[in-house]
């Protein structure tokens, strides 16, 4: 019985871990004057900056933490892209979106690296690329439950790993003057073990609804 209520109170909890604050989003006045004008948008790497505990941080040098950041957007960067075509032909988008492949080779053409990328305009990069407008993404992560109380829940529900919180924010500038027509702003908690995949699914799963090059747009 005591074991059945634990049990209980562990769901419970993961329920609570597994949800999402709801969304921000923000949608310029004029967006209707630029939406027919725009083509082509490119998906840029997004920013990743991961908060690792203490003891994780003492045994990571500062090089493995930029590269693994750096891997990490590319992850983000061409999973958003592949989760917005398939949306796309279900919803038909008023836009396509470049290719990531050639965003990426774009950009080391014109010699800019992956951590120079926010030292660029989205106005400068988008007229680089090429493409009317460019979306880009700033993700954020900490694991605020510690490692006793993840192997618990693990224990008691089969939910193993520490929970980690992401700050996820997806902007879209336009390319003429660099102004910002969509922001979308949202915070999703879920298992340390949560894939790239996972907070992005999270992350569409509700973007994707609001994303404004719809034919209603």
Same mark, same amino acid.
């Given at each position: 019985?005591?074991?059945?209520?634990?049990? /209980?109170?562990?769901?419970?909890?993961?329920?609570? !871990? =597994?949800?999402?604050?709801?969304? *921000?989003?923000?949608?310029? *006045?004029?967006?209707?004057? %630029?939406?027919?004008?725009?083509? @082509?948008?490119?998906? =840029?790497?997004?920013?990743?900056?991961?908060?690792?505990?203490?003891?994780?941080?003492?045994?990571?040098?500062?090089?493995?933490? &930029?590269? !693994?950041?750096?891997?990490?957007?590319?992850?983000?960067?061409?999973?958003? %892209?592949?989760?917005? !075509?398939?949306?796309?032909?279900? &919803?038909? %988008?008023?836009?396509?979106?470049?290719?990531?492949?050639?965003?990426?080779?774009?950009?080391?053409?014109?010699?800019?690296?992956?951590?120079? =990328?926010?030292?660029?305009?989205?106005?400068?990069?988008?007229?680089?690329?090429?493409?009317?407008?460019?979306?880009?993404?700033?993700?954020?992560?900490?694991?605020? /439950?510690?490692?006793?109380?993840?192997?618990?829940?693990?224990?008691?529900?089969?939910?193993?790993?520490?929970? *980690?919180?992401?700050?996820?924010?997806?902007?879209?500038?336009?390319?003429?003057?660099?102004?910002?027509?969509?922001? %979308?702003?949202?915070?999703?908690?879920?298992?340390?073990?949560?894939?790239?995949?996972? /907070?992005?699914?999270? !992350?569409? &799963? *509700?973007?994707?609804?609001?994303?404004?090059? @719809?034919?209603?747009?």
């Amino acid at each position: 019985m005591q074991f059945s209520t634990l049990r /209980m109170l562990a769901v419970a909890l993961v329920c609570t !871990l =597994l949800t999402a604050c709801g969304p *921000n989003i923000y949608l310029a *006045n004029d967006f209707r004057s %630029y939406a027919p004008k725009h083509k @082509t948008v490119a998906i =840029l790497p997004a920013t990743v900056t991961m908060q690792l505990r203490p003891n994780q941080a003492r045994n990571t040098t500062a090089e493995q933490q &930029r590269d !693994l950041e750096a891997k990490s957007g590319i992850d983000f960067q061409e999973k958003i %892209y592949a989760w917005l !075509l398939r949306r796309s032909q279900q &919803r038909g %988008y008023t836009v396509q979106f470049q290719d990531v492949m050639r965003t990426n080779s774009l950009l080391r053409e014109s010699n800019i690296p992956y951590g120079e =990328l926010r030292t660029h305009s989205p106005q400068e990069l988008a007229k680089l690329l090429g493409v009317d407008a460019v979306l880009t993404t700033s993700v954020r992560t900490s694991k605020p /439950m510690s490692d006793g109380a993840a192997v618990a829940v693990g224990l008691l529900v089969g939910a193993w790993g520490a929970t *980690n919180q992401a700050n996820i924010t997806v902007d879209i500038h336009e390319a003429d003057a660099g102004k910002l027509l969509w922001k %979308y702003d949202y915070v999703a908690s879920g298992s340390v073990g949560s894939s790239t995949e996972g /907070m992005v699914g999270a !992350l569409m &799963r *509700n973007a994707s609804k609001k994303f404004p090059y @719809t034919p209603k747009s």
